[in-house]
């Protein structure tokens, strides 16, 4: 896995060198640093994270943590003034809770379960009633988008020190 630069170095309050005598802490926008569950907040796992880590070299200014207006709230996150502009521009997307609910998460494991295990199904009545099960799971999935339970909440930056 290889580790790439990411630092915002045409921002102009980007500071890249420490304070004389003292411990600095460093950006750290995609967890590398401390503790990188994986993607959306860990629904997809560290497997999923591809061949390439990115990283930052700048001084971190502020710690930050995203909370969405359904109280969510993300990690504590060390951030220099670039990233903390780049995330409140375009990398809040959506809160990972709000659109993965515990009962999204049952219904995707036993959608792939039933996908997985459809090979060792002997007969083709045995394939048809898994088939049923995928189409009664993928309704249920729908029902959770189309009441909400399920739903796109944005997500909000702030600074807590």
């Known amino acids: 896995m290889g580790l790439l630069d990411n630092t915002p170095w045409w921002l102009p309050d980007v500071n890249v060198s420490g304070a004389s005598g003292m411990t600095v802490k460093r950006c750290d926008p995609f967890g590398n640093e401390s503790q990188m ?46 990233h903390a502009r780049m995330f409140a521009q375009r990398m809040g997307g959506v809160c990972p809770r709000c659109v993965h609910p515990p009962r999204e998460i049952e ?38 988008v189309e009441h909400g339970v399920v739903h796109k909440c944005p997500c909000k930056l702030e600074e807590i020190s």
């Open 107 to 144: 219904i995707q494991e036993a959608m792939e379960s039933t996908r997985l295990s459809a090979s060792a199904f002997p007969t083709m009545t045995a394939l048809a009633a898994a088939e049923r099960r995928l189409w009664d799971l993928q309704h249920e999935l729908d029902w959770l």
């Open 37 to 82: 569950r994986g993607l959306e907040g860990g629904f997809y796992g560290p497997e999923h994270l591809g061949d390439h880590m990115w990283h930052c070299k700048a001084r971190a200014e502020a710690r930050f943590r995203v909370r969405c207006r359904c109280g969510h709230t993300g990690r504590d996150m060390y951030l220099c003034y670039g």
